[in-house]
């Protein structure tokens, strides 16, 4: 979309973060992360803000600028605050106002509405535990473990590059065209992938694609005019 004909305005991101989920010391990463995808012009947080044990999020408001969305808990064991931040996200995407949706989370509660955002097509982006149920994750467009994105003392080793995310790069090279050294532009193998899985290189370790991608064996990239191909050698 474009502004006075010339200029292109960075994508509308709403922010809808689970308070009962916790998550408040991932808050400046997760932020991080939304500014490379647009400018995050909503955020709200659903709880019940009576309860003591969500206290700790005062301080939160007003430093990340976050709009506390109260909701009371009506009945025991129903859960009010989903159901409040899923139709405050369904109000949303209706108003046409948002381009795409950061739901934060490790509720799988939380899949068909994921999945119904997404249907409109538009971009979810999850922000979860490393114990959040693969049905959210991949209900996302991209999931991203946010014990991944915080900083750990004296860790330089990478995460673990299992053989189920070298077979989806595999399969998404195999897709594309590529030319007669049998090289292929690393941003075609990345949608393809991006298209299947939910993956996201920071959750394991990577800020970019380009260097996971060095890091796998199966694969060989090379730089040309600042375009990343890359090439299968196994």
């Not at 299992?162 to 065209?177: G, T």
Request: hydrophobic share 40%.
């Amino acid at each position: 979309m474009a502004l006075n004909g010339n200029h292109e305005r960075s994508p509308n991101i709403a922010l809808l973060i689970d308070a009962d989920q916790g998550g408040q010391k991932y808050l400046d990463a997760v932020l991080t992360v939304l500014a490379e995808l647009g400018t995050v012009n909503i955020r709200r947080a659903y709880g019940n803000w009576s309860k003591p044990e969500l206290g700790t999020w005062e301080p939160v408001f007003h430093a990340y600028a976050i709009m506390p969305m109260q909701q009371f808990d009506i009945a025991k064991r129903k859960n009010a605050t989903d159901m409040a931040m899923a139709i405050d996200a369904m109000d949303l995407l209706y108003s046409g106002r948002v381009d795409g949706f950061g739901l934060m989370s490790s509720d799988s509660d939380f899949m068909p509405l994921a999945m119904r955002l997404r249907q409109n097509g538009l971009p979810v982006y999850g922000f979860g535990r490393v114990s959040t149920p693969e049905s959210f994750r991949q209900a996302c467009t991209r999931f991203i473990d946010v014990d991944a994105l915080m900083p750990v003392p004296d860790k330089t080793a990478k995460g673990e590059i299992d053989d189920q995310l070298v077979a989806l790069l595999i399969d998404a090279y195999d897709a594309v065209k590529r030319d007669d050294q049998g090289y292929a532009r690393l941003a075609e193998v990345g949608k393809i992938a991006g298209n299947r899985s939910s993956f996201d290189v920071r959750n394991y370790g990577f800020k970019r694609l380009s260097e996971l991608v060095e890091a796998v064996p199966n694969f060989v990239t090379e730089r040309r005019e600042g375009t990343v191909f890359i090439r299968r050698v196994r």
